[in-house]
Structure formats: C-alpha cells, structure tokens
C-alpha cells in the first residue's frame, strides 16, 4: 500500500506538470455515487500429485458504492483528481464439494470436504483527468487505478493471499457546475494468487467494470 500512495503522488505531480494546472485552479472536494457491473473469468489449477484438474468459472456481478474525491479544475475545465473508494466490490464467491480421491500408493487423499471462497477489490484509488471536447461541459475521461485484491477462504490445510494490482480506465462524461456524471470502462490487470499452507493449487483471473457515477464537488 505504501509503494502504491508513492506511485500515486508521482503520477498526480506529473499530471499536474503537464497539463499545466496553474494555482488559479480552482480545488474541489466530493462524493461520487456509483453503479455498474464487475466481470471476472478465473481459472483454479490443482497442484497435487492427484489431481491435476483445472476449474474454469466466469462471474458477473452488479455493484453499488461511493468515493471520495479531490480535484483541481482549471478555467478551460481541464481537470486532475484522486478518487477513494472506501466500501468493498465482490469479485465472485463459490464453493464446491470434494470427495477422496485414490493413490498411486493404493490409498486415498484427504481432500474430502466443502471448500468455499470469495474475493473482493478494496482500497480502490484512482488518479484521473477530464479533458475538455467541445462546448457545453463535455469531457473524455483517462483513469489509473490501484488496488488489493483481498480473499476470504474455506480450504484443505491451505489458504489464498492478496494481491495488489493496477489497471486503466477510459470513459466519457459531462461537467454541469460542479455535478458531473460520467460512463466508464476499467480494465484491471492479471490476478495471480497461490495458495499455502497445503496444496500447492493457483489462480489467474481477469476483471473488468462498466461503471456509470454521479458526483458533486463543494
């Protein structure tokens, strides 16, 4: 998290540099209201002697949250924020029944039981900026987000990590005073966890998000 908040103040100071926001800008603090849906494909690859299976499954999920945000906006409406999200967005959650499964040695493994699992995306942050088109308020929309992958298992002896990814969000959107409501499209990077504890078993999974969000500055 720390590397990601230094990664962040770069980038913000860069943007800052290059879109040349002067000190004129004018600073706005707010809340945005949110609403899309999440798509993840994810693959779960065994690593026993045993079983060697690959599990594929695909998850689309609706969410709702807020963010928190702070921005400048200059007079030409060219702006720079920083976005928080402080509520979490479920990934998928499933589970699934295992029975023993026989040896080369004759006996069976211990891989009897319900497992179950689920992940979540938290502390969202995202650097953006609105770059004007046009007249009348409208606005293209360039995004880079971070965030941690956090997971939450029932498993044989072992257990999944987190991980903190990056990804990038385009979009469109219309300034009206200080509301704003926009459509946007997040692309977030591989997800690779693997399990310890117990069976060396991994995951890769894929997410993306067509987010639409209100918001107002004060």
Do not use: C
């Not at 920083?82 to 006996?107: H, I, K, M, N, Q």
């Amino acid at each position: 998290l720390r590397e990601n908040m230094r990664k962040i103040v770069l980038l913000l100071s860069t943007l800052l540099f290059l879109t040349g926001v002067s000190a004129k800008a004018e600073v706005q603090f707010g809340f945005g209201l949110m609403t899309g849906q999440v798509s993840t494909s994810g693959t779960e690859t065994e690593g026993t002697a045993a079983d060697t299976s690959v599990r594929n499954k695909s998850f689309d999920e609706l969410f709702f949250g807020a963010d928190l945000f702070a921005e400048f906006v200059a007079d030409n409406g060219m702006t720079v924020g920083l976005a928080y999200v402080p509520v979490d967005f479920e990934l998928g959650s499933g589970s699934r029944t295992d029975t023993a499964v026989a040896t080369s040695a004759g006996g069976a493994e211990n891989n009897t039981g319900t497992r179950t699992a689920s992940a979540d995306v938290t502390d969202l942050t995202t650097l953006y900026t609105n770059i004007p088109m046009g007249s009348n308020g409208w606005y293209g929309l360039l995004g880079y987000h971070f965030a941690t992958i956090t997971t939450d298992e029932t498993l044989n002896a072992s257990s999944y990590g987190n991980e903190d990814i990056t990804g990038y969000q385009v979009g469109i959107g219309q300034r009206i005073d200080k509301f704003k409501y926009e459509l946007s499209y997040s692309d977030f990077e591989d997800i690779s966890l693997s399990s310890s504890g117990g069976n060396t078993n991994s995951i890769t999974a894929d997410a993306d998000a067509v987010t639409f969000r209100l918001s107002i500055g004060f």
